[in-house]
């Protein structure tokens, strides 16, 4: 099998067939499989900050991401993000759909980007994440302090103040 690159293989994943596997790894770590770079804008409470997403694929359509702040070696995990196709959020609950958010308005605006990809690549693979919608879970605030429990939970957004949910 050709083994892709990563923004080419985040492409793969969310068109792949079931079973179809997008790269030729062997992984030796859990961490090992989140190979896929994605630099985002998010909000939590109005305040925007910058994203490193780190993506492996749990299942076809459902994605799962590790985010940092920075990209500099000993950064602190500070959320964890899952993205679903449309499928897997059309068949959620009304309810549990609240707390998931549209990418198509941070992709459009530019907010998204592939760091480690070529302007070519990116564009075409962005057309994959902005069907995605997305769910972030901000475990330490936006210092990155350490985690004060349940109360310092808080949902991250992709959608700048004002933006809509669309869905």
Same mark, same amino acid.
């Given at each position: 099998?050709?083994?892709?690159?990563?923004?080419?293989? /985040?492409?793969?994943?969310?068109?792949?067939?079931?079973?179809?596997?997008? %790269?030729?790894?062997?992984?030796?770590?859990?961490?090992?499989?989140? &190979? &896929? =770079?994605?630099?985002?804008?998010?909000?939590?409470?109005?305040?925007?900050?910058?994203?490193?997403?780190?993506?492996?694929?749990?299942?076809?359509?459902?994605?799962?991401?590790?985010?940092?702040? &920075?990209?500099?070696?000993?950064?602190?995990? @500070?959320?964890?993000?899952? $993205?679903? +196709?449309? $499928?897997?959020?059309?068949?959620?609950?009304?309810?549990?759909?609240?707390?998931? =958010?549209?990418?198509?308005?941070?992709?459009?605006?530019?907010? @998204?980007?592939?760091? +480690? @990809?070529?302007?070519?690549?990116? $564009?075409?693979?962005?057309?994959?994440? %902005?069907?995605?919608?997305?769910?972030?879970?901000? /475990?330490?605030?936006?210092?990155?302090?350490?985690?004060?429990?349940?109360?310092?939970?808080?949902?991250?957004? =992709?959608?700048?103040?004002?933006? &809509?949910?669309?869905?």
């Amino acid at each position: 099998m050709i083994r892709l690159p990563n923004a080419v293989a /985040l492409a793969a994943l969310l068109l792949a067939p079931a079973g179809l596997a997008a %790269q030729d790894t062997t992984p030796t770590n859990p961490l090992s499989q989140f &190979t &896929t =770079h994605v630099h985002a804008i998010h909000w939590l409470d109005g305040v925007r900050y910058e994203a490193h997403h780190w993506f492996k694929q749990l299942e076809p359509g459902v994605l799962q991401g590790l985010v940092f702040r &920075t990209t500099s070696e000993g950064a602190p995990l @500070v959320e964890v993000e899952w $993205a679903i +196709d449309s $499928a897997h959020f059309a068949a959620l609950p009304r309810d549990q759909q609240r707390h998931w =958010h549209p990418l198509l308005p941070a992709v459009i605006a530019g907010r @998204v980007t592939l760091p +480690d @990809v070529a302007e070519a690549d990116e $564009a075409e693979t962005l057309k994959g994440i %902005q069907t995605l919608y997305a769910q972030t879970i901000n /475990l330490a605030g936006i210092e990155g302090a350490l985690p004060k429990g349940l109360q310092g939970v808080g949902l991250a957004t =992709h959608l700048a103040p004002g933006e &809509t949910r669309g869905h």
